[in-house]
């Protein structure tokens, strides 16, 4: 009935981390579902949720609801992730998808798609925070389905270790 640790994979130690946030931005109306004139054309309601990919390491944010929404919506998401960076050594970014969340007609054929975009992790960049506006897009149009504000931090987890170290060394002098 206990855990058995000699029966876990052995993991080598996490090294590189990525801090990464979907702060917020605009976000156009999602793909048109049947039940829609309804929902977005008399209540404007919208409930734009994000989901931050990199390799098979998934976060996503809680839908942010607005109502009176006519031709998209600005969104607040303060959606932060950490990924493993060591997790993944051959994927170079992180995709964003925006959905909009639906109850009933999920069931048969899922949120429907606001807009996707791709940020490229620039791994040298460790230490420094790096501010991007990614564009979104929907493979059925070329005009932008939103506009996202984004940062991210490469973090070395030595780095980290010896800086918390040093700081607590300082508080017991």
């Not at 008399?42 to 390799?55: D, I, K, T």
């Not at 009933?104 to 490229?120: E, F, K, N, S, W």
């Not at 791994?123 to 564009?135: C, H, I, K, M």
């Amino acid at each position: 009935m206990g855990h058995n640790f000699s029966k876990d994979r052995a993991r080598a130690p996490v090294q590189n981390l990525v801090v990464f946030e979907v702060l917020g931005g605009h976000v156009r109306d999602a793909e048109w579902r049947l039940g829609d004139w309804w929902t977005k054309g008399v209540m404007g309601l919208s409930r734009p949720y994000v989901q931050v990919a990199f390799g098979e390491q998934i976060g996503q944010s809680a839908p942010k609801i607005t109502f009176l929404a006519q031709s998209g919506c600005d969104v607040n998401f303060d959606k932060r992730t950490v990924f493993n960076l060591d997790e993944s050594p051959d994927v170079e970014g992180i995709k964003l998808t925006v959905r909009d969340q639906r109850n009933v007609q999920a069931v048969l054929r899922g949120d429907p798609l606001i807009g996707t975009g791709d940020v490229h992790i620039d791994r040298a960049s460790a230490g420094t925070l790096v501010q991007e506006r990614v564009e979104l897009r929907r493979d059925d149009s070329q005009d932008p389905a939103g506009l996202l504000t984004i940062q991210y931090r490469v973090v070395n987890r030595e780095v980290v270790r010896d800086t918390l170290l040093t700081q607590i060394g300082r508080a017991h002098v």
